[in-house]
């Protein structure tokens, strides 16, 4: 199929909703979508005159900000490709990524600028950095104003740096094709979008967030990021309850921001969220009714990775809603059926079709699965071997393709020869009405292979004994799976979306 520019998405919106409010810093408009049309063909035009040639990428050191969308969109206008790294990397990993994706520009905020600008002739082929608040960038903004460029079939549109929680980050080739592809299955299986409705990008736009700019662009919705840049729950409240506050709004959350927020100003006016898309990490059930509770039923669930964006299953809202269903828990603490034209299958080791109810890799293929990874042929013919992409990520469908994930294959503990995944006895631990966050991994054994261990973080001012998890496990799961041992933490180490580090965990038990 020939490829799309994904800027014309924008061009789109800003012919038939010229004067619709684009983008916003907090709940102060920015941008109508004429101007932001206009900003991002100016940019566009002024990267190009200012050496660059489509397919060169440029990367994108950025904190949360309104420029980050024109900056994308300019990008993709001028057919460059955008290399959106995440602003917290420490210095070193900065300089990992910009020198492995080739990088001649930069562009950055400020908090980010010196160390960035220090790698600038010493970090592969960067040469220059720019600042978005910057009279460089203004100048980029003055340049003529450029046409959407043609694109040849497989253009490359996002390079998409893996969180690299094992390992160096590797780069996922996005095509616009690809990001296309997510844009449509996200109103055919998430949700639909109106032009007054508005998304909040609490989470990192180089990541998760960033994603849901394009579904929003292309409804002509406002995209709006918090003064602060992050995720803070009592500044969304109030972003919500202002005279002018966000409607119809959206947010992209992890499972543990959702969770943070049914924590925060319980009595707080939430009316205007009208959809919460959580993923990126496991939602327990428990977790998943309070969350409904508190709110109503505003969720979705996706579950995706970069290497197919934002896309393989999902659990509608339709789905949240449908309490009466006699699998509705199940169905609850599943990742929900592939998105339209995804197609799954659970394999075994020789990637040989699995039936309902057996653990396998989930493996994938669709319109949205990655090109490979930029600069590393072995490790694309690796994940995308015999057509599928391997997730690496173990699940069991049921009979009606409902998927539920067990675990990262690398996660599975194995003791006394028996698979235990660490999700289900996380599920068990949190019911404890003190317990606020557990991780469970293996800890190696001469015995036994592995050993389960169990952190745990008690909620603030309450007090958790090893003998009553014990018993709360002994009385929901095989005895063989509880726990050896529990670690009472303060916290867990997560990364930058969220995700818990178990690697820092096992370090933790190295002595
Ligand atoms: P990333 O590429 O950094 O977005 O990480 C993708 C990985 O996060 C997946 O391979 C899964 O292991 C995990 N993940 C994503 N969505 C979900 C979800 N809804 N439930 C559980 N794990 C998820």
Redesign the pocket.
Known sequence: MPAINLATLLLRSARVFPERPALALGTGVTASYRELALRVARLAGGLLEGGLAPGDRVALVMANCPQYVEALFACWQAGLVAVPINAKLHALELDYIIADCGARLCLVTADRENDVAALAGRSGALARVINVAGADYARLLAAPPTLVHEIPDDALAWLFY??GTTGRPKGVMLSHHNLMAMTLNYFSDVDEIAPSDSILHAAPMSHGSGLYILPHVARAALNAVPESGGFDPDEIFTLLRAQKGLRGLTMFAAPTMVKRLVDARRDADSDNIKTIVY?????YVEDAKCAMQRFGYKFA??????ESPMTITAVSKYLHRDVSHPRYAARLGS?GIPFTGIRLRIGDGHDTPLPPGEVGEVLVRGDTVMLGYWNNKAASNEALRSGWLH???LGVRDEEGFLT?KD?SKDVIISGGSNIYPREVEEVLLRHPGVLESSVIGEPDAEWGENVLAFVVAKPGMQVAADELDALCLANIARFKRPKYYRFVAALPKNN?GKVLKTELRKLLQP
Request: hydrophobic share 20%.
């Open positions: 893996t969180s993923g990126g990490g496991p939602m669930q996706i579950y995706g990775q970069g990742v997730t690496g990520d994930l990262r979306t």
